[in-house]
């Protein structure tokens, strides 16, 4: 679905959701994941950043070892989880496709974060992108009622800055922050005032 201090701000996949009218949605279920899951969604993170972020961050760095690291990151999430943290596993008949990692009211202002959105580079154009945010956007809205909904964007990840402007994310800062490859990258910040929108179809 930049900053890399302490957790990693939300990244999202490329534009998944943009199957047009040929796409079969197959049944999508969500899940609160567990200590357990961190080697699949590690994997599906790295899977993800190496797609969707391969024009514009350093191609040494997405190539090398990056999968220890995004490893032992979820390790320590999934194990040291936040009261108000939320990591949710989309899967597609049984097979983990994606996920999301949300925290609620983390801004006085702009809401619950969603701090990841990813998908794996098969799953997108299914649906996943919209079904994942409208999961975040019912957590946010029964556990945070009031809390509007805002996630981080690279400015260079076209696809997606598509894709949250389709699901009606208004775009309320533009800023430039270190990303992972030591590189400044610029960002935008998405937010949704009243998540209740995200469970409208489009």
Not at 45 to 55: I, K, L, P
Not at 79 to 91: D, L, S
Not at 98 to 117: E, I, K, M, S, Y
Not at 142 to 151: A, I, K, R, T
């Amino acid at each position: 679905m930049g900053d890399y201090s302490t957790r990693c701000k939300a990244r999202s996949a490329s534009g998944m959701d943009f199957a047009g009218p040929a796409a079969i949605p197959r049944p999508m279920e969500f899940r609160d994941a567990t200590p357990e899951d961190a080697p699949l969604i590690a994997a599906c993170h790295v899977a993800s950043w190496r797609s969707a972020y391969a024009h514009f961050m350093d191609p040494a760095y997405l190539a090398g070892g990056i999968e220890a690291e995004r490893l032992a990151h979820w390790r320590r999430r999934l194990a040291e989880a936040a009261p108000t943290q939320r990591i949710i596993v989309a899967e597609e008949e049984g097979r983990p496709v994606g996920f999301a990692c949300l925290v609620g009211a983390d801004h006085p202002r702009w809401g619950t974060l969603v701090d990841n959105l990813h998908a794996l580079p098969d799953a997108r154009g299914k649906g996943l992108g919209s079904a994942l945010l409208a999961e975040a956007a019912r957590w946010s809205l029964e556990h945070f009622p009031g809390s509007g909904l805002y996630l981080w964007c690279y400015a260079d990840n076209h696809a997606a800055r598509g894709f949250y402007g389709y699901r009606g994310g208004l775009v309320v800062e533009n800023t430039a922050k270190a990303g992972p490859d030591g590189r400044t990258l610029p960002e935008q910040r998405y937010h949704w005032a009243d998540p209740a929108l995200l469970l409208k179809g489009r």
